[in-house]
């Protein structure tokens, strides 16, 4: 080991940037032994500006996760995607299978951002944003420490014999762990059934839902199996983002750096030494930046996909330079550019492109949600069904379907568009109520006079309008006639 750390000093020193021959970090993962046991990580507690900045945006974020299922625009749910009931939500909006064009182009637009910030900002993402690391870095670990201690306390605690010390202390952390589980199960659901249905099935008991509470167990216990041993390895194993990493990442892109032209070449600290003059860089080899990663690299060694950009290094870093009084920023955001060439950071042609690509798609999508319209209409001719006559007059039976997906009540009526002279007969009431968010089936008979129809099957337009006379939508369909020959 003590060989490779010495070309790779060397490598460095001969100004090979961070290409290092002896790459035995890039052939096996951070957190597994050589036997492919699992190494486990014992992060120090991080502190520092950064980690501050971090915490200010967790509580931003929780606070969002567990006050939205609570929040109603218009009488609805802010957010709630229930697939098995096909109810989707998105800002008290109503979205519907007939709209899935327009959340699927979204999804589109959200990958074509989460590209884009990438190229931009790395994966920047993974550590200030993503859920995994919110749930397990400022609830799950902060439990830890205050539970078991730091870094040192844990790892002697690790090793030490289950006496009395060791079972309370794990039975304590462990049972904490599967309350915050089970309420983040719960929070979960309230974005796919609704709170009200949540807090039903908590009162009706798990006898009367007992599908219901077996899958919130099975969901409690792959939440406390990930937040209390998966762990870091769902970032580095699992999580398909940090492969798309790889792809995305260039030397323009701003990521978590160790400065190697400045640290190089690291030797331990000696108190009034003049370091430049001994030919050795500002990095004292104090390792605190490794001992503090939460997925057990060493940011040293240049990029890594396991690196989630958490910043827990550039604090460590940061103050350990002001206790030996060099300057902070020995790793910092930058660009490998930046750090290798001295070349400041620039939006590139590849980073225009996506931004471009980006803003068409949000129009485009702005445009398709201004013009989703209020009501969607249908009118099919039942299998099987054909015209009649009847004084004069050729009679089709339509079957219509309306679905109302404003946030307001409509009271409708049926008209012909074109052709025209032709007479709706619906029944008693010609005007149908339809509440908000309702779908009402029915059927209508449409007429016209002989002479109107001059085709066997003759395209026609009906309107459905609201009663200020406002067109809601319109249904191309055809009406059938008795078959003629045209001279």
Known sequence: MAEEQQIHREGLKG??????????FRDSVGTMEQTGKRK?????KPSGKYTNYRTLVAIVLLAVFFILPFVKINGNPFLMINILDRQFYILGQPFYPQDFFILALGAITSIVFIILFTVVFGRIFCGWICPQTIFLE????KIEYAIEGD??????LDRQEWNAEKIWKRSLKWGIYIIISLIITHWMFMYIVGYQEVFKIMKEGPFVNFTNFLVMILFTAAFYFTFAWFREQVCTLVCPYGRLQGVLIDKQTINVYYDFKRG???????KGEDRKAAGKGDCIDCNQCVVVCPTGIDIRDGQQLECVNCTACIDACDEVMVKVGLPKGLIRYATEDEI??????????????????LLLL??????????????EAKFIKPAGSTFFVRDGKIINNYNYTFLNKSNKDHIVTIKIIEPQHGTITM??????????DQMIKGNVNISFPEKEIKLSKQNIKIGVYDQDGKLLDSFDTYFEGPFKIQF
């Open 15 to 24: 100004g090979q940037g961070q290409v290092i021959e002896a790459e035995t």
């Open 340 to 357: 290798e060439k001295e070349v400041p950071f620039k939006f590139t042609s590849r980073m225009k492109a996506y931004t471009g690509v």
């Open 427 to 436: 029944g008693e009431d010609e005007k149908i109520l339809m509440k908000k």
């Open 264 to 270: 190089e070449n690291r030797a331990k600290w000696r």
């Open 40 to 44: 486990w990580v014992f992060p120090r």
């Open 362 to 375: 949000v129009g485009f999508l702005g445009f398709l949600l201004s013009n989703r319209g209020s009501m």
């Open 151 to 156: 870094r040192n306390k844990q790892m002697k």
């Open 138 to 141: 400022m609830i799950f670990r």
